[in-house]
C-alpha cells in the first residue's frame, strides 16, 4: 500500500538536540540509518534540573552540525530524503522554536513535506520501529516532563487513559535526590543509592492507589520523602540509602495499582485481541526496580512488556522521524509552514485538562 | 572596497518586526522584501515573509547565493527564530549564512544619509539596561558590544561622540535625531551580509546576558 519512504527527524523539545534519518520499506519495516543524540546534561547539572533558556542556546548552536552527522551516517544527503519531521510540542518552546524553524527552513529549501510531529507520539510508535507491535496496545510513558498511560488504538488515535496530576514521575526522582543531595540527574544517583537500602525502613503514601481513576499523583510522596529526612537530620549514608530505596518502593507499589488498573480495563474493552501488550517509555523506564515491577505485573496479567532499547525510550530523533513515516504512510496531511510550536499539546486532544488550562491549553 | 557579486537573503527576526529581503549587490538593490512589525509570531509568520520576499524579487530560493540574518542583542527568542531558519536554509541550500549583529545595522542604516558620521548605537534592553557599542567615523564598531546601565551608557556616548541613535537613545538623553537609526532596516543587514566573510564562524546569537539562572544550594537536607 506505501512506498519506500525515507524521513529526516529533529528533536529539540528539552535538553537533548537530536537527529535521525529513518526509512520505512513496502512492508512497514523501519531501519534507521542514523541517529545521533547530543545531551546537555553537563549544561544543566549544576542547576538540578534543566534551565529552559539554556537549553534553548544550546540546541541552535548544535543542531545544523548533527542533522549533517545523521546525513553522513546514512551515508545520504537532503536530496535522498523525502520529508523532514521535526517535534513541534509538547516541551520547552526555546527548544521547539529551534528545531521547528530549523525543519521548516530545509523542508522549504529542499521543497519536501514537513510533519510537525507530537513528542508523546514519538514515544507512542516507537515500539512499532523496534517490536513491529500490532494495534491496539496500552503505551506507559514515564519521564521527567510526564507520566501517562496512553491507549494507542492507531496512528493518530490515542486515548488517555491516565496522567500526573502534580509532578512527573522522574521529576519525583530529581526532587528526591536533590534534597538528599544525590547528584542530577536524580533516577540513576536514586537508584543506586537504593540497592543498598532497606526499602521498609520508612513507609511512605502511595497516592491514589485504590482509586478507580488511572491518574497519577508524586507530590505528595515528595513531601512525606522530605519530612522523613528532616525527621532524622542529619542523614547518614545508610539513611540516604534507606530513603531511596523505601521511596522506589512506594512507586512501585503505586505503579503496579496504577497500571495494573489499566490492564484489566484494557482486557475488558478489547478482549479480541489475543495477545496484548504494555510498552514502556522514557527514561525512568531504565530504572531496573520499575522494570522488574512492570515485568512482573505483565507476566501476571498475561501482557507481553516491550521495552525499546533504553536510547529509544528516552528523547531521540528516530522516534520522531519514525513518527512522521507512520503519518506519512497512513496518508495524513504535511503540516504548513506556518505551524506553530507548542508547549502544551496532549496527544489526546479531546481528553479534559486535567493539569492547567490556560491560554496555551491543557498541560496534562 | 570590492563588493562580491551575489543574490542574498535577507533576515531579521530579533525586534517586533518580522522581514526578509532579497539583495542584489551587483546594483546594490533590495529586488524584494516583506515584513511587518507582528510584535509576535515570528516561527509562525518568517518562511511565508520569506516566499513573498522572493516572489517580489521575482527570484527562486535556488538562486540565493547567501543568507544574512541578524543575530542580536535584542529578543532571545526572535533571535533564535531567524538563527536556526539561517542556519537550516545555508544547510539545504549548501551556501553560507553569516550573522549581522543589530547594533551593527543600526549603524549602518544611520550612516547611509550620513556616510561620515560617527555614531552611538544605544538600544533599550529594559530593567534600565542598554545594549551599546560605538563606531568610529569609516563605520568601524570601536570595542565589543555590552550591556550597560542607562548612566554608564550615558557615559560611554559622551566619551564616543558622534549622534547616539536607536531604541534607547532618548533614555540617553539624545534628542530627535536618534529617531531616523532607531530600528533594524533589512537593507542595511543586506549590505553589511554582503560584506560579511563567509568563512567566519556560522551565525551564533549575540545575546549580552546570561541565562539568569542560579546553580540552586542549600536545599538539601544536612548530612552526618
Not at chain 1, 543531595?181 to 533516577?187: A, E, T
Not at chain 2, 510584535?39 to 522572493?54: K, N, S
Amino acid at each position: 500500500m506505501s512506498s519506500h519512504l525515507t524521513i529526516l527527524g529533529i528533536e529539540t523539545s528539552c535538553d537533548e538536540t537530536a537527529a535521525a534519518v529513518v526509512v520505512r520499506d513496502e512492508a512497514g519495516q523501519g531501519t534507521i540509518l542514523g541517529d545521533v543524540v547530543l545531551s546537555q546534561l553537563d549544561e544543566h547539572s549544576a542547576y538540578g534540573g534543566v534551565v529552559p533558556e539554556i537549553a534553548a542556546r544550546a540546541h541552535v548552536e548544535a543542531l545544523d552540525d548533527l542533522i549533517r552527522q545523521a546525513l553522513a551516517k546514512a551515508n545520504m544527503t537532503l536530496a535522498d530524503i523525502d520529508a523532514i519531521a521535526a517535534t513541534s510540542g509538547p516541551g520547552l518552546i526555546g527548544g521547539l522554536i529551534v528545531g521547528l524553524m530549523t525543519g521548516k527552513a530545509i523542508a522549504r529549501a529542499t521543497a519536501k513535506p514537513l510533519y510537525a510531529v507530537n513528542h508523546l507520539e514519538g514515544h507512542a510508535l516507537t515500539a512499532r520501529l523496534t517490536d513491529k507491535l500490532d494495534f491496539p496496545y496500552l503505551m506507559l510513558l514515564v519521564s521527567g516532563g510526564h507520566t501517562q498511560l496512553v491507549l494507542v488504538r492507531g496512528v493518530g488515535e490515542y486515548e488517555r487513559w491516565g496522567t500526573t496530576i502534580d509532578d512527573a514521575l522522574g521529576e519525583a526522582f530529581d526532587k528526591t535526590a536533590k534534597l538528599l543531595g544525590l547528584p542530577y540527574p536524580g533516577g540513576p544517583a536514586v537508584e543506586r543509592a537504593a540497592a543498598s537500602g532497606n526499602a521498609d525502613r520508612f513507609s511512605f503514601p502511595r497516592p491514589l492507589v485504590g482509586e478507580k481513576r488511572l491518574d497519577f499523583s508524586f507530590s505528595g510522596l515528595k513531601t512525606a520523602v522530605r519530612q522523613a529526612a528532616q525527621s532524622i537530620a542529619p542523614v547518614s549514608r545508610q539513611d540516604v540509602a534507606d530513603i531511596c530505596a523505601s521511596f522506589q518502593k512506594a512507586v512501585s507499589r503505586t505503579l503496579q495499582d496504577r497500571i495494573g488498573r489499566g490492564l484489566e480495563r484494557f482486557r475488558q474493552e478489547f478482549p479480541d485481541v489475543s495477545q496484548p501488550a504494555l510498552v514502556v517509555a522514557g527514561g525512568v523506564a531504565a530504572n531496573k526496580v520499575l522494570r522488574a515491577t512492570l515485568q512482573e505485573l505483565c507476566d501476571r496479567n498475561r501482557f507481553r512488556f516491550v521495552a525499546p532499547p533504553l536510547a529509544l525510550c528516552t528523547d531521540n530523533a528516530a522516534m520522531i522521524a519514525w513518527a512522521g513515516l507512520e503519518r506519512m504512510a497512513a496518508g495524513l496531511a504535511a503540516d504548513e509552514l506556518s505551524v506553530s510550536p507548542r508547549s502544551r499539546w496532549p496527544l489526546d486532544a479531546d481528553a479534559a485538562a486535567i493539569l492547567g488550562s490556560g491560554k496555551r491549553g491543557a498541560k496534562a | 572596497m570590492r563588493v562580491p557579486t551575489m543574490i542574498l537573503l535577507a533576515i531579521d527576526t530579533s525586534g517586533s518586526g518580522c522581514f526578509a529581503a532579497i539583495h542584489d549587490s551587483a546594483g546594490d538593490v533590495t529586488l524584494g522584501m516583506a515584513g511587518e512589525d507582528i510584535g509576535r509570531g515570528h516561527a509562525e509568520r518568517l518562511m511565508d515573509f520569506i516566499d513573498q520576499a522572493l516572489a517580489n524579487a521575482g527570484i527562486e530560493m535556488g538562486a540565493v547565493d547567501r543568507i544574512a540574518v541578524t543575530v542580536g542583542p535584542g529578543s532571545f527568542t526572535g533571535i533564535r527564530v531567524g538563527v536556526a531558519a539561517a542556519r537550516g536554509l545555508s544547510l539545504a541550500l549548501g551556501v553560507p549564512s553569516v550573522g549581522i549583529s543589530t547594533l551593527a545595522a543600526i549603524a549602518a542604516g544611520y550612516r547611509q544619509g550620513r556616510p561620515t558620521s560617527p555614531v552611538f548605537v544605544a538600544m533599550d534592553a529594559k530593567r534600565g539596561e542598554a545594549y551599546c557599542q560605538a563606531f568610529s567615523a569609516d563605520g568601524a564598531p570601536i570595542g565589543e558590544a555590552a550591556v550597560l546601565s542607562l548612566d554608564e551608557a550615558k557615559a560611554a556616548a559622551h566619551a564616543a561622540g558622534g549622534a547616539i541613535v536607536g531604541s534607547a537613545s532618548v533614555l540617553l538623553g539624545a534628542g530627535d535625531e536618534g529617531g531616523a537609526g532607531a530600528a533594524v532596516a533589512i537593507d542595511a543587514v543586506a549590505r553589511l551580509g554582503v560584506l560579511a566573510d563567509p568563512r567566519a564562524d556560522r551565525p551564533k546569537p549575540l545575546y549580552l546576558r546570561g541565562p539568569d539562572a542560579k546553580p540552586q544550594a542549600g536545599f538539601a537536607i544536612a548530612r552526618a
